[in-house]
C-alpha cells in the first residue's frame, strides 16, 4: 500500500522557536496532503488542506501565519511551526490523497514546546 | 458530510468477536462509508469501506443496514494489537474529499 511518512517523528523545543515538520508520499505523488491536529484524548482535527503549487487552505480558527505550511513538490509538503508556545504542543498528523482518491497517513509528528 | 455516532468505548475479550457500531442516519445516497482505526501515538490506518453492499477484507467486515442510516464493524477474531480507536467516516468517495472524524469508539481488547 501507499505510504507516507514523517519527520521528525517527535521533537522537544524551546518556546519562542520555529519547528519544521516534513510530510513525504514515498511511494505515490500527492498534489493535496492535509494537516491535521491531536490533543491528548480528543479526535483530529483538520487544520489546513495543502496544494501542490498553490497556497495552503487553513480551518476557521487556524493562523496561517504561526503554522507555515509549503508544498513545493509533489511529494513534499512542510508544516512550520513558528514561535512555538507550550499551547502548540500536540500530535502533528499529515495524510496524502493518491489520484484515486484515497487518503493515507503519516505517522505522526509529537512535538512538545517547553 | 453527514456525522456519525459512535459509542466512546467498547471492551471485547480477546479471541472473541467485536462488533463496533455506528449511526449515520442524515447519510445521503451517494456517501460511502469509511472506518478506520488510530492505535496509540500512530497515524490512523485504513481498515474498510463500503456504499450499500457489506464489504469483507482480511481486516474486518462493514455490514450496512439496508436503509444505510447505520453500520456495524466487525474483528472477527479480536486480538490485543486491535486495542484501538475506530472511527466511523461518511463522505463522498471523490477525489480531494478530507476525511472528518468524530469522538470515535475506543476498543479495549483484554486477554
Known amino acids: 500500500g501507499a505510504v507516507v511518512s514523517q519527520h521528525p517523528s517527535w521533537v522537544i523545543c524551546k518556546s519562542g522557536t520555529s519547528v519544521k515538520i516534513e510530510c513525504r508520499s514515498l511511494?505515490?505523488?500527492?498534489?493535496?496532503m492535509f494537516w491535521y491536529r491531536q490533543f491528548p484524548k480528543q479526535s483530529l482535527m483538520l487544520m489546513a488542506t495543502?496544494?501542490?503549487?498553490?497556497?495552503?487552505?487553513?480551518e476557521q480558527g487556524v493562523e496561517k501565519d504561526k503554522f507555515l505550511i509549503n508544498h513545493a513538490s509533489l511529494t513534499l509538503s512542510t508544516l512550520t511551526v513558528t514561535s512555538a508556545h507550550p499551547e502548540d504542543s500536540s500530535f502533528y498528523i499529515c495524510?496524502?490523497?493518491?489520484?484515486?482518491?484515497?487518503?493515507?497517513f503519516g505517522p505522526g509528528t509529537r512535538l512538545t514546546v517547553l | 458530510d453527514a456525522k456519525t455516532t459512535q459509542p466512546p468505548s467498547m471492551d471485547c475479550a480477546e479471541g472473541r468477536a467485536a462488533n463496533l457500531p455506528c449511526n449515520h442516519s442524515t447519510i445521503s445516497g451517494n456517501e460511502y462509508v469509511y472506518w478506520y482505526r488510530q492505535i496509540h501515538s500512530q497515524g490512523p490506518q485504513y481498515i474498510i469501506h463500503?456504499?450499500?453492499n457489506n464489504e469483507t477484507n482480511e481486516m474486518a467486515s462493514l455490514i450496512i443496514t439496508e436503509d444505510r442510516k447505520s453500520s456495524t464493524l466487525i474483528l472477527p477474531h479480536a486480538t490485543l494489537r486491535d486495542t484501538a480507536v475506530y472511527y466511523c467516516i461518511v463522505r463522498f468517495d471523490n477525489a480531494g474529499n478530507m476525511l472528518t472524524f468524530g469522538g470515535g469508539t475506543r476498543l479495549m481488547v483484554k486477554p
Open positions: 495524510s496524502a490523497l493518491d489520484r484515486g482518491g484515497e487518503q493515507f
Open positions: 511511494d505515490f505523488q500527492a498534489t493535496t
Open positions: 463500503g456504499l450499500k
Open positions: 495543502s496544494n501542490e503549487g498553490s497556497k495552503a487552505t487553513y
